[in-house]
């Protein structure tokens, strides 16, 4: 969850939100950014044909 009083700009990455898992594909442009430590970027970095469900919003909505 982002906290905007944790962001130092020290490690800023973009990410995803809800909002951006579409029915038709993934939306890239305009992500909000974060910090991460380097061990989550890694860890959390999407890779091809990862599957992202949303836990919230309109059910089942998936994107690869």
């Known amino acids: 969850m982002l906290d905007q009083k944790r962001i130092t700009g020290a490690s800023l990455a973009p990410y995803l939100r809800?909002?951006?898992v579409q029915w038709n594909?993934?939306?890239v442009d305009g992500l909000p950014e974060m910090d991460f430590a380097p061990e989550d970027?890694?860890?959390?970095?999407?890779r091809d044909d990862d599957l992202?469900?949303?836990e919230g919003g309109e059910i089942g909505r998936t994107a690869i």
């Open 18 to 20: 809800n909002v951006d």
């Open 25 to 27: 594909g993934i939306n």
């Open 41 to 46: 970027r890694a860890s959390l970095a999407l």
């Open 52 to 54: 992202l469900v949303c």
